[in-house]
């Protein structure tokens, strides 16, 4: 029987969506006002699920402490209060979208993750707006 437990966790961040290969006036009509030159923040909310088989010792899937402390290094402590255009590897030349904010946490936390999981990504733009990865 495998069973999911889920992680929430939370960071403000400012970004702001461009694309390079397009010119400005392109830019403005795709990305509208996310692509404001002196960027935006969000309340980005991510949920993050394991899903596995329940060890009988501990009668946990993975103790959450862990799976927390594992959140906070790879996602909190980078980008909690970054501008993530400017502020973080990751996205100096990468949009930072939802789609690829997510993208970003899973490979991330993946390589934290022993392999037996399943990890899910769920990420909150807003409170209407989000995405998700399951794998
Ligand atoms: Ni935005």
Not at 27 to 46: A, D, E, M, Q, S
Not at 56 to 76: A, F, Q, S
Not at 119 to 129: A, I, K, M
Request: aromatic letters at 10%; hydrophobic letters at 35%; a negative charge.
């Amino acid at each position: 029987m495998k069973v999911s437990v889920f992680r929430k966790a939370q960071f403000n961040a400012a970004h702001r969506l461009h694309n390079p290969k397009w010119d400005d006036e392109t830019n403005r009509r795709i990305f509208g006002k996310c692509n404001l030159p002196n960027y935006h923040g969000h309340n980005y909310v991510l949920e993050v699920k394991l899903t596995g088989n329940v060890d009988p010792e501990t009668g946990y899937v993975m103790d959450l402490g862990i799976l927390k402390k594992i959140i906070d290094e790879e996602v909190i402590e980078p980008f909690d209060h970054r501008n993530l255009n400017e502020d973080t590897a990751e996205f100096r030349d990468l949009n930072p979208s939802a789609e690829n904010i997510a993208t970003v946490i899973y490979h991330k936390l993946r390589k934290r993750i022993a392999h037996e999981f399943e990890v899910g990504v769920r990420l909150f733009e807003t409170e209407r707006n989000f995405v998700e990865i399951n794998i």
